[in-house]
């Protein structure tokens, strides 16, 4: 007896098998490539399948345009962040409050392993696209519990209010944006760490101070 005719699949392929999950990780390290050499000007998804060595065909199982692949690259990028993010604030390599809030700042700075025309396109194509809310979203679910994560022990703060945790990451993000975008010479200097790590820590600290917890 014939099967029954299945209806078209309608959503993008999820990469589920080894041989998917490596060809995405190409073509995705391709856009950034391409991105970084060129900017948005010269990224199209053809250039992004020839970089990546797949057929456009294969390039559009994964990503509907061009628009989707940045998106995914986003995510991508954001995803390694927030884990070394995770890890400052765990304090493995140090714990005191400097150090933590330090090696966060560091770990968003340094996002894209120095591909800056690629932060930049990116950011870029976020912000066009009314993106910026999902992307800040996982930045500020650290950010909610930085104050109880950096304290000590027996000094910790409770989760930040919803108007600090909005004041506190769009101020940092917000600094961290405006220099990618104005592609600012001192980005990944250790002045301009400085006094991110001192915005932080100013602010956290002021909390600190008037829930009797100082740091």
Excluded: W
């Excluded at 900017?39 to 509907?64: H, P």
């Amino acid at each position: 007896m014939a099967s029954k005719r299945q209806a078209p699949e309608t959503k993008r392929r999820i990469p589920r098998q080894a041989r998917a999950a490596e060809t995405v990780a190409a073509i995705l390290e391709a856009a950034a490539q391409i991105l970084e050499a060129g900017g948005l000007a010269a990224f199209t998804t053809n250039a992004v399948a020839e970089r990546a060595g797949v057929s456009i065909g294969t390039l559009y199982q994964y990503f509907v345009d061009k628009n989707a692949l940045l998106l995914a690259l986003a995510r991508q990028e954001m995803g390694a962040a927030l884990v070394e993010v995770g890890r400052a604030l765990s304090g493995v390599d140090d714990p005191t409050p400097e150090s933590r809030v330090r090696a966060m700042v560091r770990a968003m700075v340094h996002a894209f392993r120095g591909r800056s025309r690629a932060r930049k396109a990116v950011v870029q194509a976020i912000l066009a696209q009314g993106l910026g809310i999902e992307m800040v979203a996982p930045i500020n679910g650290f950010i909610a519990n930085i104050g109880s994560v950096i304290g000590q022990d027996a000094q910790r703060l409770p989760p930040l209010e919803p108007e600090q945790i909005f004041v506190l990451s769009r101020a940092l993000l917000g600094a961290i944006r405006a220099a990618v975008m104005e592609e600012q010479p001192f980005l990944q200097s250790r002045g301009f760490e400085n006094e991110l790590v001192r915005l932080v820590m100013s602010y956290i600290d002021s909390i600190a101070h008037e829930a009797g917890r100082p740091l």
